[in-house]
């Protein structure tokens, strides 16, 4: 069984601060995908990342950066200076590439005050 | 294009009435499709998939039931909807390398 643990429900911060979100996954396959997905106030989950089990280098994309690391099973994401704009809950997701989808974790919530 | 419509955005139903929440996609034809629900303060759970028409697959027993009619139709119904039946419903289309998620229906079962 498969299995997302985001253990901060929820993240408040001051603009510009920076902020790391945990993602803890359990799982028996080898091969296997993690996701980070944005679920702003609209409610629409919007796709963040992807990564596979086999790339563990880490990953830099704007304010965004991912540090994977299989050692701990963790899959945690830090966004750099911090916006308003960021205030969103936050998912963690796993997957072993089959049609049932993926397991996501409970999220966590960000709040980033002005 | 991974365009995924769903509706009603918002809907409010007493307990005890039917359901019937409608998603239909674009793109690729045959495209594995879900139904997800978040519940207040949870993350998200897996109701059903489908990897084609006519084939549902059961994630969590309940009293909500899904159908596929056609290739790009994915339909998640009830007989008598539960208090319990509150939540936030996401339709998703793709695979397990990657989902493509729809706006949502907000259901309020009061």
């Known amino acids: 069984a498969q299995k997302v643990t985001q253990a901060q429900t929820e993240i408040s911060v001051v603009e510009k601060e920076d902020v790391t979100l945990d993602c803890v996954y359990e799982?028996?396959?080898?091969?296997?995908?993690l996701f980070w997905y944005k679920q702003p106030p609209s409610g629409e989950l919007v796709f963040l990342i992807r990564?596979?089990?086999?790339?563990?280098q880490n990953e830099i994309s704007g304010r965004y950066s991912w540090n994977f690391q299989k050692s701990t099973s963790s899959f945690n994401f830090t966004i750099t200076a911090s916006q308003v704009v960021d205030s969103a809950v936050y998912f963690c997701?796993?997957?072993?590439?089959?049609?049932?989808?993926?397991?996501f974790g409970k999220g966590t919530h960000l709040i980033i005050q002005p | 294009s991974q365009t995924i419509h769903q509706w009603p955005a918002t809907l409010v139903q007493p307990v005890g009435s039917p359901l019937s929440l409608e998603c239909t996609v674009e793109g690729t034809s045959n495209p594995n499709l879900y139904w997800y629900r978040q519940a207040a303060g949870r993350g998200l759970q897996l109701l059903f998939y489908?990897?084609?028409?006519?084939?549902i697959s059961s994630e969590v027993p309940q009293n909500l039931s899904a159908s596929r009619p056609q290739d790009r139709q994915f339909i998640l119904s009830s007989k008598k909807l539960l208090l319990s039946d509150s939540g936030f419903y996401l339709c998703?289309?793709?695979?397990?390398?990657?989902?493509?998620f729809g706006s949502g229906t907000q259901l309020s079962v009061l």
């Open positions: 997701a796993l997957s072993a590439g089959g049609a049932d989808g993926l397991t």
């Open positions: 489908s990897v084609g028409i006519g084939q």
């Open positions: 998703a289309k793709g695979t397990g390398e990657k989902l493509f």
């Open positions: 990564r596979n089990s086999f790339d563990e």
């Open positions: 799982t028996r396959d080898t091969t296997y995908y």
